[in-house]
């Protein structure tokens, strides 16, 4: 469905992607692994469009997204900060985004009705907590029923409870066949979410695995004892 | 498109600089019109309010709303519009609400006291400012992420535009005078748009005789229908050059 291809992106001198080639199928749920700055937040910020690679192509459903737009339709992005127009309230940010995809689809309002917002609907962005805002931005994200969901440090911020909500909704979604993309640094959160797994490492793909070979290949039982043992092994070399 | 350029405009509006802007617009043309039974020093108020108070606002207010609406921006690029279209959206709310407020605080009672050629003459300037002007808000705010740089950058245009300029054509006006330079003044005045407002105004008012020879000379040529014409097209290029250069910058900007 997503086709990344020779993918590479310099801000000024700094390289922050070079050479990335990836590809996601329908139905996959993939972590994106890595030390702090090796360029996470920038492939997917080049997925969706707001970063111009330098060189490279990013395919989607076979077709280019440069100077594309629709595609971004079939996507629903959670960033890791969300950042909001401080003045407007929760419920005309909701509304607002609703009006811009003008979408005659069936809304998905379960996050909505599951984070209890309409509760702070009348709340401007600003007087809101961290974890309040990802609530938004997870819930924005859902809300129209994309092909593709992209989620930067999702639970990040977010408390037990709320991040388990959030987590069996990334199931739910996983189960009726959508790609899901999520970067994180809890390793332990992503246990029985994910089926593969990309490691990341100075804007360069370390490996790009499924779950089953990378835990036969090492003989562990969970995710992130599996990823420390690779990298032992790379610092022992 | 319609979407965004209303919830731009709504925003604007719910910013009470723009609603202060316009009433301040309107006491000091009210009052100026209502001085004299003559209108002459009610145009003079106005023309000094085109020149110096309508670049200053628009381009100052248009600046700091850019990069306050840095996060709305962010927002939007995620959903499925088109850069170009967010751009756009931005640029015409801004002149909408900027030249509504011109036409609101001064260009009525330039329509009540001087409904003549002088009085749309103003209006029409007056309006073409804003835009102008907006549109170097535009220019400055993508040149630079840092906002007090960007904000820098707006005041020194202005400046520029509205004092130094006028400093330098004087000092070139003294240095070559031995030299037949009048033809070439004209077009130096096309380099700042407050000059071709000034002189388009000016001519109007038939002030030009007191211009001396470059006075004559600036009648020959903005006198002219085909000169007003010309004149008229260049305050539109400075509208849509800077504009699209900061377009394009937009299109190829990380964010």
């Known amino acids: 469905m997503i086709e990344i291809k020779k993918l590479n992106k310099k801000f000024g001198k700094l390289e922050v992607l070079s050479d990335v080639n990836l590809t996601f199928k329908k139905g996959e749920c993939i972590a994106l692994i890595g030390p702090n700055g090796c360029g996470k937040t920038t492939l997917i910020k080049s997925i969706l469009g707001m970063v111009i690679p330098t060189k490279g192509d990013v395919l989607f459903n076979q077709k280019s997204i440069l100077k594309e737009y629709l595609y971004r339709e079939q996507i629903g992005y959670m960033p890791q900060i969300g950042r909001y127009p401080d003045y407007m309230t929760v419920g005309q940010i909701i509304e607002m985004i609703k009006k811009i995809r003008n979408s005659n689809q069936t809304l998905d309002e379960d996050l909505l009705k599951a984070f209890d917002l309409e509760k702070i609907f009348d709340k401007q962005m600003r007087t809101l907590s961290g974890g309040t805002t990802q609530k938004v931005s997870a819930t924005l994200a859902f809300l129209f029923n994309p092909e593709v969901l992209i989620l930067d440090e999702p639970t990040a911020g977010l408390d037990p409870l709320a991040s388990e909500i959030l987590k069996d909704k990334i199931i739910k979604e996983k189960e009726k066949g959508k790609l899901i993309l999520i970067t994180s640094h809890l390793l332990s959160e992503l246990d029985d979410m994910i089926t593969q797994i990309i490691f990341m490492q100075d804007g360069k793909v370390h490996f790009h695995k499924t779950i089953a070979d990378l835990l036969e290949s090492t003989n562990e039982q969970k995710i992130s004892k599996a990823i420390a043992k690779i990298l032992k092994s790379q610092s022992n070399e | ?255």
Do not use: H
């Not at chain 2, 009433?23 to 209108?39: A, H, M, R, T, V």
């Not at chain 2, 000016?202 to 004149?231: E, H, N, R, W």
């Open chain 2, 1 to 255: 498109m319609n979407r965004i350029i209303r919830i731009i405009f709504l925003d604007i509006l719910k910013n009470k600089i723009v609603l202060a802007y316009t009433i301040i617009l309107g006491i000091l043309s009210w009052s100026s019109f209502g001085l004299e039974d003559n209108s002459a020093k009610g145009l003079l108020t106005i023309l000094n309010i085109i020149l110096f108070t309508v670049p200053l606002v628009s381009i100052l207010f248009a600046t700091i709303y850019l990069y306050n609406s840095s996060e709305f921006i962010e927002l939007l690029l995620s959903q499925p519009i088109k850069r170009k279209k967010i751009w756009l959206s931005l640029f015409l709310g801004l002149s909408l609400s900027m030249v509504l407020a011109f036409f609101i605080g001064a260009g009525i009672p330039l329509l009540v006291y001087a409904p003549d050629s002088v009085g749309i003459m103003m209006l029409v300037v007056g309006c073409l400012i804003s835009l102008v002007f907006v549109a170097l808000a535009f220019l400055s705010s993508i040149l630079t992420r840092d906002k007090s740089k960007g904000i820098g950058i707006a005041i020194m245009s202005w400046l520029y535009f509205a004092l130094l300029f006028d400093g330098i054509v004087l000092f070139l006006l003294f240095q070559f005078s031995d030299y037949p330079i009048e033809k070439a003044m004209v077009a130096v005045t096309a380099l700042s748009p407050i000059d071709l407002a000034r002189i388009q105004i000016l001519l109007q008012l038939d002030a030009s005789a007191m211009m001396g020879y470059t006075g004559a000379i600036f009648k020959d040529f903005f006198g002219t229908s085909l000169g007003l014409l010309i004149s008229f097209l260049l305050l539109c290029l400075w509208v849509v050059v800077p504009f699209f250069i900061s377009l394009i910058k937009f299109k190829n900007k990380d964010l």
